[in-house]
């Protein structure tokens, strides 16, 4: 069963500082792999997308890396702000001709002054 | 350019009643894709309709369906209202298949 596993659930750290988040996956076969920034009660926001080819995305401040060996990705913030409050979903797709994205739970980051 | 809109913001409804949300993609998006985000638990995906057929759809009961029409607007239509259908039902477009899906702002559901 195609599962994405993220953590920690949940995350609070103070503005200006840095985090990084985890997500495990058991998807196959493989595609491509995206985080997405979801505001409270809002559609989610695409940040990077990665194949099995690319190790590490920048978007910003924020910065993806994949290990399609041990099927391990991580979202690392820099210098967070108030403004990266949410909820960062970790996706996958699958290569099939289904064409299916599973999605983690996410993880619920608040950002504090 | 304007993104995936979607209709009603919030709904509310009782047990048993049906309820149809509406979505319309990104002008020259094609592919249409709906998702249930229940409080807790991740986006499950729900149907997925391109050129206005379906093409995939989730593990959801069939009292979840819906259609595509030919202007590549959609509409999600849910029979016999449980409780647990209570979520935020995203709707997202991609101008292909396999290309980024953008998402709307979703359709708050309550069933009391």
């Known amino acids: 069963k195609n599962q994405v596993e993220q953590s920690p659930q949940s995350l609070i750290i103070l503005e200006g500082k840095n985090c990084t988040l985890q997500?495990?996956?058991?998807?196959?076969?493989?595609?491509?792999l995206r985080w997405y920034k979801q505001d409270t009660g809002r559609g989610p926001v695409s940040l990077t997308i990665?194949?099995?080819?690319?190790n590490t995305k920048s978007n910003g401040r924020y910065t993806a890396t994949l290990d399609a060996d041990t099927k391990q990705s991580s979202l690392h913030i820099t210098a967070s702000q108030l403004s990266d409050s949410a909820s960062y979903i970790c996706?996958?797709?699958?290569?099939?001709?289904?064409?299916?994205?599973?999605f983690g739970k996410g993880t619920k980051l608040s950002v504090i002054p | 350019e304007a993104g995936v809109t979607q209709s009603p913001t919030h709904l509310i409804k009782t047990r048993g009643q049906q309820v149809t949300l509406r979505c319309s993609p990104i002008?020259?998006?094609?592919?249409v894709y709906w998702y249930q985000q229940a409080l807790g638990l991740g986006l499950q995906f729900l149907l997925w309709?391109?050129?206005?057929?379906?093409?995939n759809r989730g593990n959801f009961p069939p009292r979840f369906s819906g259609r595509q029409f030919p202007n590549y607007s959609s509409e999600l239509n849910v029979n016999a209202l449980e409780l647990e259908d209570s979520a935020l039902y995203l709707c997202?477009?991609?101008?292909?298949?396999?290309?980024?899906?953008?998402f709307g702002p979703g359709t708050r559901l309550t069933v009391t």
């Open positions: 996706v996958v797709t699958t290569g099939a001709g289904s064409y299916q994205l599973t």
């Open positions: 990665m194949t099995f080819s690319e």
């Open positions: 997500c495990n996956y058991t998807v196959s076969p493989f595609s491509n």
């Open positions: 309709y391109d050129e206005g057929e379906e093409r």
């Open positions: 997202a477009s991609s101008s292909q298949v396999r290309s980024e899906q953008y």
């Open positions: 002008s020259g998006h094609t592919s």
